[in-house]
């Protein structure tokens, strides 16, 4: 059963447009939700994250929505850039210093110049 | 941000020989490390976690005698695959935090077993 879903496989977004990557859960536990960014052949490096207590952090081009009732949370990068072009794992953890984290399969997205 | 290095970066070896693959967290103290495995386009598979002095714990359908991890200081956790096969080849990724929220990641290991 996975408990942290990321529905669509793909995203292709033109340069300077927005990019949306959605990510659901079904763990009523999770409180700590990240995400991930990642080239072939290298490990994730860490884009943003937030806590179930906020709806909405932002960082530069990146923000990620919360919707705790729904069990959905969002990615949006403006503007895109083509440097953008990875594969974007959203992650979700409970409560607690060593906490593991659940991954979702991962977006691929593309950003077109 | 807070930095994990992992070695070596690809590996290829015989089968039925044994690998180790080395993580270390450079600038802080990470009393638990996790080891992940990725496939092909699915996402990063948890293996176990490690804790430094102990056992490791052990995700359902992983076996620990032939995925032995050792924990033996705060900076250096360890995953050996042993008597590894074709189908053990993957890339390995190992992750540690230094606080409760941010996991840091290595580089990755890509072992091919042929």
């Known amino acids: 059963d996975q408990q942290v879903k990321q529905n669509s496989p793909s995203l292709s977004v033109q340069e300077g447009r927005i990019s949306i990557l959605n990510c659901d859960y079904t763990?009523?536990?999770?409180?700590?939700f990240l995400w991930y960014k990642k080239y072939p052949a290298e490990g994730p490096t860490f884009l943003i994250s937030?806590?179930?207590?906020?709806d909405k952090n932002e960082d530069g081009r990146f923000t990620v929505f919360l919707n705790k009732s729904a069990k959905h949370l969002s990615l949006h990068i403006v503007p895109s850039q083509p440097g953008d072009s990875a594969v974007y794992f959203c992650?979700?953890?409970?409560?607690?210093?060593?906490?593991?984290?659940?991954f979702g399969k991962g977006i691929t997205l593309s950003v077109r110049p | 941000g807070a930095v994990v290095s992992q070695h070596p970066s690809r590996v290829i070896c015989k089968s039925g020989t044994s690998v180790k693959i080395e993580c270390r967290s450079l600038?802080?103290?990470?009393?638990?490390m996790f080891w992940y495995r990725q496939f092909p386009k699915k996402s990063l598979m948890l293996m176990a976690t490690?804790?430094?002095?102990?056992?490791?714990?052990?995700e359902q359908g992983v076996e620990k005698d032939k995925f032995l991890i050792n924990h033996a200081s705060l900076t250096l956790s360890t995953l050996t695959v042993t008597s590894a096969h074709p189908e053990d080849s993957s890339f390995y990724i190992c992750?540690?935090?230094?606080?409760?929220?941010?996991?840091?990641f290595g580089q990755g290991t890509r072992l091919t077993v042929v």
């Open positions: 490690s804790n430094e002095g102990s056992k490791a714990t052990y």
């Open positions: 992750s540690a935090r230094d606080r409760e929220t941010e996991a840091f």
């Open positions: 763990n009523s536990m999770f409180d700590y």
């Open positions: 992650a979700a953890s409970a409560t607690g210093a060593n906490s593991k984290l659940t």
């Open positions: 937030i806590s179930s207590i906020k």
């Open positions: 600038d802080f103290q990470a009393t638990t």
